[in-house]
């Protein structure tokens, strides 16, 4: 059984700092998604990875593919309190439609 | 820009009865999902479409669930007897392009949360 386990489960910061959120599974990924999930709404995609060792960066949040596929990462820097809610990653396995998620990390950014 | 949308909002039901969840994909999406997540626990695959037919399903899906494409913008969730334990938000996702392929990004709906009594 494929498992993508993120961590922190729970993080509450002030703004201003920065954070790291991790993904991570022992199995390799074809592709990795971070989605974030407003309480009673959808998820609502924020990046895929592809290559290994990629970086994307969408204005102060960057994520990271692990070289080997099998875990990734997001950061961000001087978070504000609209960063505030639940990031979810998802891994694609190779030739099925099923993403893989992770429980997502709750994070709380007080002003 | 384009967006999933999903009826009704909320549903409540009695346990037993029947209920369809709706769904209108992005327009031009090949790919449609099901997904539940219980309060407070992971987002669950419950079933890929493609081409009019089931792609992948997950033992969640057993034959309580069924799938359509009644139309050329609905995808429905049929539930045929509710259990109190069915109920959950219903997300619904869409995607351009199948697993495998380099842009294969799911986009989903606000969801569907569904009461069974």
């Known amino acids: 059984t494929q498992l993508l386990e993120q961590s922190p489960q729970f993080l509450s910061i002030q703004e201003g700092e920065n954070l790291t959120v991790y993904c991570n599974s022992s199995s390799v990924f074809s592709s990795l998604q971070w989605y974030r999930q407003e309480p009673g709404e959808g998820p609502v995609l924020l990046v895929t990875v592809v290559t290994g060792g990629e970086v994307k960066k969408l204005k102060r949040l960057t994520f990271q593919f692990g070289d080997a596929r099998k875990d990734s990462s997001l950061h961000i820097t001087a978070a504000q309190t609209g960063d505030t809610g639940l990031y979810l990653c998802a891994g694609e396995r190779d030739s099925n439609y099923q993403l893989i998620w992770g429980a997502g990390t709750k994070l709380i950014i007080k002003p | 820009e384009p967006e999933v949308t999903q009826t009704p909002s909320h549903q409540v039901t009695q346990m037993g009865q029947e209920v369809i969840l709706r769904c209108v994909p992005i327009s031009n999406h090949l790919y449609f999902y099901w997904y539940r997540q219980i309060l407070g626990q992971k987002v669950e695959f419950l079933v890929s479409f493609y081409n009019n037919e089931i792609s992948e399903k997950s033992e969640i899906f057993d034959d309580q669930f069924s799938v359509e494409r009644p139309d050329g913008s609905n995808f429905t969730l049929k539930i045929r007897s509710t259990k109190l334990e069915d109920s959950a938000m219903y997300f619904c996702?869409?995607?351009?392009?199948?697993?495998?392929?380099?842009?294969?990004?799911?986009?989903f709906g606000p969801g569907t949360r569904l009461t069974v009594t």
């Open positions: 996702a869409s995607s351009e392009y199948g697993a495998g392929a380099s842009s294969y990004e799911q986009y």
